[in-house]
């Protein structure tokens, strides 16, 4: 056999199936069949790397792993556009164009609430993405990008061409994302656009193939490079290179044409599985978008119209309380179930007493509802004209779960049981202890617990390490079996070994969260040293202060914790950390550092950490004492207050410049 032949082959079958199934919607063969091509070729490229193609299909599943991303200047600008809020303001855009383009038609297209993305083909084979970053200068993430599957790596023509997109991540995705973020003790991400964004930005390439992104593209930069005139011949042109386009789009002549297709793709939204805040209105031929030109920002022939967030009514049944593993209690409003964007929606959280006496929500009213940011339902407001004869609000005084008696201190806005005994608490302090962020067993997630709570054999962390002592009755359990009680002991068994700030932050400690557990234990060594440490001892420490160390000593004062922490002495857990050696002679030896804005080369905590480790503090306030503040973008009141008093300010460029030359 031919294998440099039969890689070639292979590569072009397969992309033009992925061309097939993701942008056409039109599968030419069945899953087993790409399975086996892709296992074909994924064994020859592994045995003949040489023969590896550039545009190898492989490349969807990931596993580069960059140092950072690379700037790089767009060759065409990526403009960004006006915004229009309403209908009046959407006929003022019209009337300008009116004013210099008699008769012009307009196209309107769905707004997908992504991630812009310039992406560059030459000869037909993808060469490079770019994010719109400034507009004139984004960043290259190219082995990220190529892991979207409806990306094509190959285009049905050997064109030269830059196209502009939208990633984004499809609804199922982000809830199966969070859901695995919830169970692993990490934060949610608050959207779908959010969701994006940070993923794009992972450098790693493998963790981007995992989390089902997705891309439209949209229009063509160098578009006067082919024989099109308008914006809808654009999109046709990009769906027959095999591009995958959003088409639901309608063109219109006139103001009411144009208000009718708003209105037609504002219901259209609602059943789509990807977010979308609005309708990108474009004049349709390109020879009048470079006679109307651009302002000093933006284009003068196009506008985004933003929709409004859907607000319905719907009734609330009854508020319902939840206990959290801190012991704190959430109140829940249990629905008449309703539509709301899409979605039904029958729950919505109601944070605690405060929320709801400051909007006068009662059982029985009628309220208005909305999903914050397209995906959260919350309770903005009660339709009082609806109101009869419902009685305020009266916060529980018990745990709905092992009736304690609950507790509410004037500075929380929270109250809670606390009853270390209290079955709820049990099971989700558990969880908290199995997550990744904590003890990582993976095997012992949320379902699991409750289960295994509810046949008796989990009522505390002890109780983890003690499962193997009744092997024989799990395996007979209905849907678990000797091959995954095995996984989930041997999970158990390794958690034995995690460094100790994972178990201290396990432990549950209220307000103790990954970052302070880390903080303690870098600072204090050892679980006896934790155990014995004065308020005072505690408060020295960098960034702690009386709540945490309040926290601390009352949840040593309680026996149960201690009978927790003598058996993991017992047991050879790991409780204490070999301090980790620091940097003295750095640039960031001894400075107090504070971050403010977004940052695009790291997360704060990953920023943090590593600031830490180059000897520096990381603060949460400016003030006289603050050295440095590195300020991304969209920075705020610290930005402001280090420049009235004179801080030096860091962009995050010269914070890259100087970690480089160190």
């Known amino acids: 056999m031919d294998i440099l032949k039969r890689i070639k082959e292979l590569t072009k079958i397969i992309n033009q199936a992925n061309v097939d199934y993701h942008t056409y919607d039109n599968p030419t063969m069945s899953d087993y069949e790409y399975d086996m091509l892709f296992k074909e070729l994924k064994e020859l ?154 993923t794009i930005r992972q450098l790693d390439s493998s963790i981007v193939s995992k989390r089902g992104l997705d891309l439209f593209v949209y229009t063509i930069a160098n578009s006067d490079d082919f024989e099109i005139d308008t914006q809808h011949k654009a999109l046709m042109l990009l769906h ?25 793709l504002d219901r259209t939204r609602q059943g789509l599985n990807f977010a979308t805040d609005g309708v990108v209105v474009k004049v ?13 920002r933006h284009p003068k022939w196009a506008t985004a119209y933003k929709f409004s967030p859907e607000v319905v009514e719907t009734k609330l049944l009854k508020i319902t309380f939840q206990v959290g593993r801190t012991g704190v209690i959430t109140p829940v409003a249990n629905l008449e179930t309703v539509e709301v964007s899409g979605s039904n929606v029958s729950r919505a959280t109601l944070h605690n007493e405060g929320f709801i006496r400051d ?28 109101r009869d004869k419902q009685l305020p609000f009266e916060m529980i005084t018990n745990c709905p779960d092992c009736n304690s008696v609950l507790v509410k201190k004037e500075s929380d806005a929270d109250h809670f049981c606390i009853n270390p005994d209290c079955p709820s608490r049990n099971i989700n302090q558990i969880i908290h202890f199995a997550s990744r962020n904590a003890m990582n067993i993976d095997t012992l997630g949320e379902k699991v617990v409750e289960t295994f709570h509810g046949l008796g054999y989990l009522n505390n962390i002890i109780d983890i390490y003690s499962l193997k002592d009744h092997y024989d009755e799990l395996i007979e359990l209905p849907g678990f079996g000797k091959k995954s009680i095995d996984k989930l002991l041997e999970a158990i068994e390794n958690s034995k070994t995690m460094p100790f700030a994972k178990l201290f932050f396990g432990l549950g400690i209220k307000n103790v969260g990954a970052k302070v557990a880390q903080i303690i234990v870098d600072e204090l060594s050892d679980i006896d040293t934790i155990m014995s440490a004065t308020k005072e001892e505690l408060t020295s420490i960098f960034e702690i202060g009386d709540v945490i160390a309040d926290s601390i000593i009352n949840y040593f004062k309680d026996e149960k914790n201690l009978e927790i922490i003598n058996f993991f002495k017992k047991n050879n857990f790991v409780l204490f950390q070999e301090k980790v050696k620091k940097l003295d002679d750095h640039f960031f030896s001894g400075k107090t550092v504070v971050l403010t804005g977004t940052l695009e080369h790291f997360s704060r905590n990953e920023l943090s950490d590593k600031l830490v480790l180059l000897g520096a503090k990381v603060s949460s306030s400016v003030s006289k004492k603050t050295d440095i503040v590195i300020a991304g973008d969209q920075a705020g009141s610290k930005l402001t207050k280090a420049i009235e008093l004179q801080i030096k300010v860091l962009s995050e460029q010269e914070l890259l410049e100087i970690l480089n030359e160190e």
Do not use: C, W
């Open 45 to 198: 490229e592994l045995a003949y790397p040489e023969y590896k193609q550039p545009n190898s299909p492989t490349d969807k599943v990931g596993g580069v792993i960059l140092d950072r991303f690379q700037k790089v200047t767009h060759d065409i600008p990526m403009t960004s556009l006006s915004n229009a809020f309403n209908f009046d303001e959407l006929a003022d855009f019209y009337h300008r164009v009116q004013k210099e383009i008699e008769a012009f038609e307009l196209i309107s297209e769905l707004k997908i609430d992504g991630l812009a993305i310039s992406l560059i083909y030459e000869n037909g084979n993808f060469i490079k993405a770019v994010t719109r970053g400034d507009g004139q200068i984004g960043e290259d993430v190219s082995e990220n990008v190529k892991t979207i599957k409806s990306l094509p790596l190959t285009l049905t023509k050997p064109v030269n061409i830059t196209v502009r997109g939208e990633i984004f991540m499809p609804y199922e995705s982000f809830y199966k994302l969070n859901m695995e973020r919830e169970k692993e003790g990490l934060p949610l991400f608050a959207n779908p656009r959010n969701a994006a964004s940070g």
């Open 240 to 264: 027959k290179l095999g591009f995958k386009i959003n088409k639901r789009y309608g063109l219109s002549n006139t103001l009411s044409d144009l208000f009718e297709t708003i209105n037609d």
């Open 284 to 296: 349709n031929q390109f020879n009048y978008q470079k006679e109307l030109g651009y302002t000093a």
């Open 359 to 386: 909007r006068d929500i009662r059982e029985g009213d009628y309220v208005y509802l909305q999903k914050a940011g397209e995906i959260i339902p919350e309770i903005i407001s009660v339709n009082m004209d609806k």
